[in-house]
């Protein structure tokens, strides 16, 4: 899996679909002990008209695509 940036377009396979848009936003998987404080580590992809978040841990073939 490459390490993408804010800013950079990219094609992955998350939940059997491809997926591809330019990264709007990252963040590092955050541990405070058990319980709500927990956080997955993620990014957030600009689609085109919509933004979604997705988890790095169920992202498959994570790669920047060419511009």
């Known amino acids: 899996m490459q390490k993408i940036s804010i800013g950079d377009n990219v094609q992955f396979l998350y939940n059997g679909k491809m997926r591809s848009g330019m990264v709007e936003a ?4 955050r541990s405070k002990g058990e319980g709500k404080d927990y956080r997955h580590s993620g990014f957030c992809v600009d689609h ?5 978040s ?4 169920k992202t498959k073939f994570l790669a920047k695509a060419g511009s």
């Open 48 to 52: 085109g008209g919509y933004y979604k």
């Open 26 to 29: 990252t963040w590092p998987e």
């Open 54 to 57: 997705y988890r790095k841990t």
